[in-house]
């Protein structure tokens, strides 16, 4: 190792903690973050302070703007040029600024997100509200530091002489820290900055009086008065900005949605490409066409619809999914000596104030060092003037004008200020009219001094002026507020009719999880039949419904789960095609299976009303004539709850009974009107009770014993039933089954061991008829069930293969299964009775 080469070990943390903490104070407090008292990030007080710097002001000629960037970038910035430039042209942009800081000339990009023309073409100077900021700048009034390389200065502040900070608003992204101020109106900025200097105390609701919110240079509707109150105490809060809109009728009964103001920051042309995508994907029914007719006259968004679509609806579903309405997040951050400070309005508003003070301080102060200096001066021309033939002896007597001016300091105790004044003095100003005019001259420049002590010396006072300009910016510059304020934020509601055309469709869902839609046409094409659906080898369709789009599936599992399934979100699929699991589209763990599955529609959710004094989901409800779910599990348990329990938008499994350790859910199905509960167990038992017998519970309960069991027995099947018409239909899993007049089942009470419903056979030389009974119903006609074994076989037979016979009979073999492969599960086949 040389001599010149000296390592020192180093922890790499530390090593990259030292770096990135002085990368994040730079970008902290020299790019990313606004200074609170002038508003502005560096690069833009840079850019402006050139442009004054060089003449580059209102009333003279445009500058080519590459000048302006080649000034900004060699004296007081040295970064890309790009930077320099993206910052002069948003402060040129009317749409991103309140009041634009730059006047440009060329093009300086749209709202459609096109960029601005290069540098070398456009030109600029400064907008006349620019220079409220500087003004005064050559009074001392703020500090100057040494530029990058120590060859200019420049200011560390701007003297600001309105709030820009709010009235322009900013946002930026630093390390660990971001901005995102609004724009706010001039005039209540101003307003509320003069009652604050008025009453130091006022609150934030005080403030919000004059100060009433937001205002975007784009427009637009601001909703949550609640939200900006938050911002203004705490910096942080949350508003919504609505576009301003109307509906407009056409020939033919047609209606077109007219867009005028979108919110701010957002992209025409996306927001115009947002919508027509919405069309083109038909997310969304009834829109016709899709244009953007914004010209000289302002903005214009059409959005033309078809015959009869419903604009109200069509308009809310715009709002919910395009940018049409956004959210708005106050991030309200400033750099306040020298760090960066989250901060309500009033804090950002005293920090203006303290800026103000100080600004008009050092101005007063520097022209009362100008009006002494020049006081000081007339008072001795004065007296020169009074002692104007022996002055002039005096200097016609000296050697040069350095002898002169000694000798009328030596011989009339002028200083050297007030001898080199009057050796300057021109002599025209000998005559009376200007001996006159320097007197006057002077009592005004000592009247002036007065006035200007006195502002120093009286807080008031200085208020008072600070006040007065105030006023003169607000009545010179300040316009009429452009966002409308709305206090509560507006829910939207969008129609299903509006996204979903309603069309009656058929749905099927098989034995192993194969769920389609599909539409009335292809299901006729294909023969109308259900026998000639599509579906894997093995499986067989286990539920078909025939229901509408605008419909949602309540779709209930074994473990005590549900979903509710919009009919639209199911996948569509041809007739002949076998569909997609249902996995693809439901959350359904693995070891979870459907059970029933219960078609609504959007009426049945407002049916059905829960207690006023339970919470929804947990509370008993008190109507019995409401429709109602009747719940039945293995152990016996019966449930009753209200439909309307079950209404959610989520799509994720949600509890729907309460299920016991070892037990599952049977079955689930709807009771319009309660009616009667009969449920039949594997061992043969039955029982029949009122269903009014089981209360009403919540959502999340467990409900009610239904039937006592006898050990090793569980309950088979769960039904409804009425009057005595009708017949129990049982089957046992091997293949025997029989029906047995519903008239022979009297009315028992909830919770009894039933009666016998079937009886198995016993003994070695008799043909056993099964060991449990795995299916039962309660049937009026013929019906056709179907059957699968424990090996996967499918088995079809009819009800009317079935004997009617007492209670206590065996039954009658339907099904050919043997011992070794029972049936495991059966249910009645699906009928579908399409209508033209």
């Known amino acids: ?55 580059n002001t209102p009333d003279k000629p445009y500058r080519k703007s590459a000048k302006t960037v080649g000034d900004v970038m060699g004296n007081y910035h040295p970064h890309g040029d790009s930077s320099i430039y993206d910052g002069m042209v948003r402060m040129a942009q009317p749409w991103k600024m309140g009041h634009p800081l730059v006047d440009g000339h060329g093009n300086w990009g749209s709202m459609d997100d096109d960029p601005a023309a290069a540098m070398r073409y456009t030109e600029a100077r400064l907008a006349p509200i620019a220079m409220e900021l500087l003004r005064d700048i050559e009074k001392r009034t703020v500090l100057f530091k040494d530029n990058f390389d120590n060859t200019a200065k420049e200011p560390v502040v701007l003297p600001s002489r309105y709030p820009n900070l709010l009235v322009n608003g900013v946002s930026g992204i630093s390390s660990g820290f971001a901005t995102e101020i609004p724009p706010h109106n001039l005039r209540e900025v101003i307003s509320a900055c003069v009652a604050l200097m008025d009453n130091p105390e006022m609150t934030v609701a005080d403030l919000m009086g004059v100060l009433r919110g937001p205002d975007f240079p784009t427009g637009g509707i601001i909703m949550g008065e609640d939200g900006i109150r938050d911002a203004y105490e705490t910096g942080k809060g949350r508003i919504y900005i609505r576009s301003k809109t109307a509906i407009e009728d056409l020939r033919g009964g047609k209606q077109q949605i007219v867009v005028t103001e979108i ?20 997310k969304v029914e009834g829109i016709a066409e899709v244009r953007d007719e914004s010209g000289r006259n302002g903005m214009r968004i059409v959005v033309e619809l078809k015959k009869d679509a419903d604009a109200e609806g069509i308009l809310a579903y715009l709002l919910k999914k395009t940018d049409l309405q956004v959210a708005y997040s106050f991030n309200m951050v400033a750099i306040v000596n020298k760090a960066p400070r989250q901060l309500g309005v009033k804090a950002m508003l005293e920090a203006y104030i303290a800026h103000q003070k100080e600004v008009v301080t050092h101005r007063t102060q520097f022209d009362l060092e100008k009006a002494e200096d020049r006081a000081h001066v007339l008072e001795g021309l004065v007296k020169a003037l009074n002692l104007l033939d022996a002055v002039i002896e005096t200097i016609k007597a000296s050697k040069n004008r350095q ?85 509560e934020v507006e829910e939207l509601k969008v129609n299903l009719e509006v996204t979903v055309p309603s069309e009656e469709v058929v749905v099927t869902l098989s034995r192993q999880g194969y769920v389609k839609r599909t539409s009335l046409l292809s299901f006729t094409r294909s023969g109308g039949d259900l026998g000639s659906s599509g579906v894997k080898e093995g499986d067989v369709i286990r539920w078909s419904l025939q229901p509408n789009t605008l419909d949602s599936l309540l779709l209930f599992t074994q473990k005590g789960q549900y979903f509710l399934l919009p009919v639209h979100q199911i996948p569509e699929f041809k007739w002949k095609d076998a569909g997609t699991a249902i996995v693809n589209v439901l959350p359904l763990s693995k070891d979870d299976r459907i059970i029933s599955v219960i078609p609504t529609k959007p009426g049945d959710w407002n049916s059905a009303a829960t207690d006023s004094n339970s919470a929804p989901g947990t509370g008993a409800a008190s109507a019995s004539s409401e429709t109602a779910l009747v719940f039945v599990s293995r152990r016996g348990q019966v449930k009753r709850t209200l439909l309307s329990e079950y209404a959610t938008s989520r799509n994720i499994a949600i509890a729907a009974v309460k299920v016991a350790d070892g037990d599952e859910v049977v079955t689930v199905y709807r009771s319009n009107d309660p009616q009667e509960v009969m449920l039949v167990t594997e061992q043969g038992m039955s029982i029949r009770f009122q269903e009014s017998e089981v209360s009403l519970q ?34 046992t899993d091997l293949g025997y089954a029989k029906r047995s007049l519903l008239f022979d089942y009297p009315q028992q009470g909830r919770g009894g061991k039933g009666i016998q419903t079937l009886e198995f056979k016993e003994g ?52 050919a299964v043997g011992r070794e492969d029972p049936l495991a599960e059966a249910f009645l086949m699906p009928v579908l009775s399409i209508t033209e």
Not at 268 to 278: E, F, P, T, Y
Not at 710 to 729: I, N, R, S, T
Not at 787 to 798: I, P, Q, W, Y
């Open 698 to 731: 919540g959502r999340v309960a467990g409900g009610v014993r239904g039937i006592s069991l006898k050990d090793g027995d569980a309950v088979a099947a769960g039904f409804p039933v009425f009057g005595d018409e009708g017949e129990v239909l049982v089957l």
């Open 403 to 487: 002898d002169a001016q000694n000798n009328l300091v030596a011989k009339f105790g002028f200083s050297e200020r007030q001898a080199d004044a009057i050796l300057t003095l021109q002599l025209y100003r000998l005559t009376n009219l200007e001996i006159t005019s320097l007197e006057k001259e002077h009592a005004d420049t000592l009247k002036k001094m007065q006035q200007l002590r006195s502002i120093l010396d009286n807080p008031k006072k200085l208020l008072g002026v600070i006040k007065d300009e105030l006023g003169e910016i607000r009545d010179k510059y300040g316009i009429d507020r452009r966002s409308e304020l709305q206090g």
């Open 263 to 282: 919110p701010y920051q957002v992209v025409k042309s996306k927001l115009v490409n947002a919508i027509d995508n919405l069309r083109a994907e038909k």
């Open 764 to 815: 070695k030389r008799m043909k056993p008829n099964g060991n449990r009974i795995v299916a039962a119903y309660h049937v009026k006609e013929a019906v056709t069930l179907s059957g699968v074994t424990a090996g996967g076989a499918h088995l079809e037979f009819s009800s009317e293969d079935a004997p009617i016979d007492d209670r206590r009979t065996f039954g009658k073999s339907v099904a």
């Open 1 to 55: 190792m040389s001599l010149l080469e000296n390592f020192l070990p180093a922890y790499l943390e530390e090593v990259v903690g030292d770096r990135f903490g002085r990368y994040s104070k730079y970008i902290i407090q020299d790019r990313a973050i606004p200074d609170v008292r002038d508003g502005l990030k560096p690069v833009q007080r840079r850019i402006l302070y050139a442009m004054y710097d060089s003449n």
